[in-house]
């Protein structure tokens, strides 16, 4: 019984129109639509970060000519959340959030017009300069959590962009 069952998992997710993003590895079509994707620099230490983390995410594929910008702003906030009985701030929230829109380069049409965030806490320490790292330290994973976000979204939609090109192509 057992053994049907474990026989019958893989034609059910077939069945249910499950496909990998990335099937085919480097040489599959969103992977190299990715790797077209040009990044301009985005002002600030927090859109350094967020560009070099695009940039890792979206070259998996090697080089290629650019067919797409990736225009990008983004918001990183510091607020404090927990205070004590002397008014002082004992917990911090970072908060990071990015505009982003894709553009063909040919047609100057928005392919997509999105927005993508994440947050953290970080405890504020007797020491300064602990807290100062650890605010570091929370803008650099929020940076490459956002990146992955907009890296997802985009990826999503240059399928969805290759998939009605090649339907209309077919007709």
Same mark, same amino acid.
């Given at each position: 019984?057992?053994?049907?069952?474990?026989?019958?998992?893989?034609?059910?997710?077939?069945?249910?129109?499950?496909?990998?993003?990335?099937?085919?590895?480097?040489?599959?079509?969103?992977?190299?639509?990715?790797?077209?994707?040009?990044?301009?620099?985005?002002?600030?230490?927090?859109?350094?970060?967020?560009?070099?983390?695009?940039?890792?995410?979206?070259?998996?594929?090697?080089?290629?000519?650019?067919?797409?910008?990736?225009?990008?702003?983004?918001?990183?906030?510091?607020?404090?959340?927990?205070?004590?009985?002397?008014?002082?701030?004992?917990?911090?929230?970072?908060?990071?959030?990015?505009?982003?829109?894709?553009?063909?380069?040919?047609?100057?049409?928005?392919?997509?017009?999105?927005?993508?965030?994440? !947050?953290?806490?970080?405890?504020?320490?007797?020491?300064?300069?602990?807290?100062?790292?650890?605010?570091?330290?929370?803008?650099?994973?929020?940076?490459? !959590?956002?990146?992955?976000?907009?890296?997802?979204?985009?990826?999503?939609?240059?399928?969805?962009?290759?998939?009605?090109?090649?339907?209309?192509?077919?007709?």
């Amino acid at each position: 019984m057992r053994r049907a069952l474990a026989l019958l998992i893989p034609l059910a997710l077939a069945a249910c129109g499950l496909q990998p993003m990335y099937g085919g590895g480097t040489g599959a079509t969103v992977a190299r639509d990715l790797a077209a994707v040009e990044v301009p620099a985005i002002p600030g230490r927090d859109g350094w970060l967020v560009r070099n983390a695009l940039v890792d995410r979206l070259s998996v594929a090697g080089e290629a000519s650019p067919r797409y910008r990736l225009e990008v702003r983004l918001d990183d906030s510091l607020e404090g959340l927990g205070v004590l009985n002397d008014d002082t701030i004992s917990r911090e929230r970072r908060i990071l959030r990015s505009r982003y829109q894709l553009i063909d380069i040919a047609s100057g049409e928005i392919l997509l017009d999105a927005t993508a965030g994440s !947050d953290a806490g970080v405890d504020v320490v007797s020491s300064e300069y602990a807290t100062i790292a650890a605010e570091q330290t929370a803008l650099e994973n929020l940076a490459r !959590d956002v990146a992955d976000r907009m890296v997802r979204r985009i990826a999503l939609r240059l399928r969805e962009v290759e998939a009605a090109t090649t339907a209309a192509d077919s007709q």
